[in-house]
């Protein structure tokens, strides 16, 4: 199985930016969806911003502000996150749903992260 672990969470001031990260453990050779969600403090877990074969997509309480990329020589996606508010607070998970080789065989997968803390302040 593939394992997603992120990074770049923390404490940050309203306004300002934040990156964060999401590596895969092994080399993913093709993805069908790869996505960033969020849960805030009693809220549903929600959609960030996603990739998909046909683009980029983003929720609408985000767009203009988040910036979805990845780095496939990495295996890395990033969530880029500018004139952050305190309604961003919230733990940030990242999610592949993809391919990889398991020896010879193409195996698929749906991975999530551990999640990452994100708070702004106001």
């Known amino acids: 199985q593939v394992q997603l672990v992120e990074s770049g969470g923390g404490l940050v001031q309203a306004g300002g930016s934040l990156r964060l990260s999401c590596a895969a453990s092994?080399?993913?050779?093709?993805?069908?969806?790869m996505g960033w969600y969020r849960q805030g403090p009693g809220k549903q877990r929600e959609l960030a911003a996603s990739?998909?074969?046909?683009?980029?997509n983003y929720g609408d309480s985000v767009k203009g502000r988040f910036t979805i990329s990845r780095d496939s020589a990495k295996n890395t996606m990033y969530l880029q996150m500018a004139s952050l508010k305190p309604e961003d607070t919230a733990v940030y998970y990242c999610?592949?749903?993809?391919?990889?080789?398991?020896?010879?065989?193409?195996?698929?997968?749906?991975?999530w992260g551990q999640g990452t803390q994100v708070t702004v302040s106001s």
């Open positions: 990739i998909t074969s046909s683009g980029t």
């Open positions: 092994t080399s993913i050779f093709r993805f069908n969806t």
């Open positions: 999610n592949v749903d993809g391919y990889y080789y398991s020896g010879p065989f193409l195996t698929h997968f749906d991975s």
